[in-house]
């Protein structure tokens, strides 16, 4: 069965560009996560979508991200324009019924964001 | 929010060394996850375990939920084993359907010959 799936793997930007990534969940899953992970630190959650409704957004720094998930399965997350701090490895992590409990999250490869 | 506290932070082991690694956590959770971070990035899950004992191979962890821990345990290590370990909670107290994991700050494992 097939992972979570994410594209590119790594991305180098100059600041004030724009950037976007794509992740395609496990089949099935209904709920889709995107994690920023700096180096050295944990993920930490920036949206939950569950299908194509936006479940938890807390953590999203709107001014200057944005993600969408149009049809309940892709998703893409967007960054405009990007800051030095944007730097971090970006993960999308799905849930549900297959492949294990419906709340065990599991995650994809990620991009490396580099911004210049 | 929730708080995460993982050990040792760092860990040096020979090959074939057992060991042991800690997560304690601030509140009553419904959701434990442990992951091993590969050198490449790729997080992958070891165990599903909110509470309760498993087993998968050399790697075993159990959850006392009521004294608010889980322990990994790792038995004759391997070099590929090597990596980072995070332990990753949802709280019970979190509402309307969200499911977040707040993550520990890892435990970075090194495996030599």
């Known amino acids: 069965e097939a992972g979570v799936a994410q594209s590119p793997r790594y991305k180098i930007i100059e600041k004030r560009q724009s950037v976007a990534f794509w992740c395609n969940p496990i089949?099935?899953?209904?709920?889709l996560y995107w994690y920023q992970q700096i180096l050295g630190q944990g993920p930490k959650l920036l949206i939950q979508?569950?299908?194509?409704?936006?479940?938890?957004d807390s953590q999203l720094p709107k001014d200057r991200f944005s993600a969408e998930r149009l049809k309940g399965v892709d998703s893409t997350l967007k960054i405009q324009p990007a800051k030095l701090e944007d730097s971090a490895v970006y993960l999308c992590?799905?849930?549900?019924?297959?492949?294990?409990?419906?709340?065990?999250?599991?995650f994809g490869p990620g991009t490396r964001l580099t911004v210049l | 929010g929730i708080q995460v506290e993982q050990s040792p932070p760092d860990l040096i082991l020979q090959e074939g060394a057992n060991s042991t690694l800690r997560c304690n956590f601030s509140?009553?959770?419904?959701?434990l996850q442990w992951f091993h971070q590969n050198p490449w990035g790729q997080l992958i899950n070891l165990f599903y375990?909110?509470?309760g004992t498993k087993q998968n191979g050399r790697l075993s962890a159990t959850t006392v939920a009521t004294e608010r821990y889980s322990l990994l345990y790792i038995s004759s290590s391997q070099t590929t084993d090597s990596g980072v370990y995070f332990c990753?909670?949802?709280?019970?107290?979190?509402?309307?359907?969200?499911?977040?994991?707040?993550f520990g700050t890892g435990t970075q494992l090194k495996v030599e010959l």
């Open positions: 990753a909670v949802k709280p019970w107290s979190l509402t309307g359907g969200g499911n977040k994991l707040t």
């Open positions: 509140d009553s959770v419904n959701n």
């Open positions: 375990i909110p509470s």
């Open positions: 979508f569950q299908n194509n409704g936006v479940v938890d």
């Open positions: 992590a799905s849930s549900g019924l297959r492949g294990g409990s419906y709340n065990e999250q599991f």
């Open positions: 089949s099935g899953h209904a709920t």
